[in-house]
């Protein structure tokens, strides 16, 4: 599978980064020299070949590609010659995917967002921090990684079809809209309630929340037949009365629950609640720092962290997301350093 990567910042860069741990060959043509800080180009780059090309052989790459990747503004690809509609004319199975804040066309289509604002506009920023307080931002660049994450999985899906029909597709994918699908029951809710939804901040439930404990934060997420082991292993016998063990009965006095699952949170440690969870099979969960997350034995277990060679030593970044399916970790290649390789192997030729 050979995938193009324009000029990408992080959505483009993070869904083409799964490509390439998972096989395919990625070339990235280079955008602007500040689309990625350091940091996040030792996350996103390994496994790619980097290259810089004139807008001849953009296009030439183009259309040996399988897949076409880029998060440039609207208009952006026909400004280079690479008008979607024209390269599919010409490569009906080509496969495009577009990643923008507010998609390539409508209102907001030409709008600027930063990824603060493509989360707010999506909805997600009514769920965070709480109640009676401002709204959090999150951190890691959160809406544009979820961004790529659905261009990867869309492009994938598309590029499957091309196999099987010899169609591609030009797939149009905004942040704000994947945001608003993040959002579960809360923005239909809204839309047929015809009332905003009351932010509900660290819990929905008294019994699906996060809650402070001994050493930082924990949560815990019980479904209904789950809560009875819930509250057997909190061992209040209270708690096994009829108004807490039914689920309608229960929302009444949520607000008492609360208070007593806050304060079995407060005495225990983030690893007692773990594991209550394992003895009980209720989902607990434990919030880590990036520090404990860094020494996860459930992370390194998975294989989760790949480690990369660079200038300044070795990066420790994110790599396989899930098991199953053979992953590269790949290598860091210096920009450009890879054009006349690609030239050769995609084009049969050099420069």
Known sequence: MRVLEIGGGIPAAFATRWLAGFGADVARSEGPADALTPDEGFALLPGKRRIAVSRPQLRELALAADLVVEDGRPGAL???????????AEKPALVITSLTPFGQTGPQADLEATNLVAHAAGGILSLTGA???????????????????HGFAASVTAYL???????????????????????????????VDGVPARRLGNRTTAIW????????FAGVCSLQRQARALFEGMGDPELLEARFLDPIERMKDDEELATRVERFFADRSKQDLLSLGLRTKVPFGAVLTPRELLGS?????????????????????????FLGLAWRKGTLSAPAADTDAVLRDWLGGGP
Not at 162 to 175: K, Q
């Open 78 to 88: 026909a400004a280079q010659g690479l008008e979607p509609h024209a390269l599919r």
């Open 131 to 149: 109640r009676e307080r401002p709204p959090l931002a999150n951190g890691a660049s959160q809406a544009w990684k979820l961004l790529g994450l």
């Open 161 to 191: 079809g091309a196999l099987v029909s010899g169609e591609g597709d030009w797939i149009d994918l905004s942040a704000q809209e994947c945001a608003a699908g993040m959002l579960e029951f809360h923005g239909p809710r809204s839309a």
């Open 209 to 216: 929340g996060i809650y402070r404990c001994l050493d930082g």
């Open 297 to 321: 034995a459930s992370l390194a277990e998975r294989g989760f962290f790949d480690e990369i060679p660079t200038a300044e030593g070795v990066a420790r970044v994110p790599g396989r997301p």
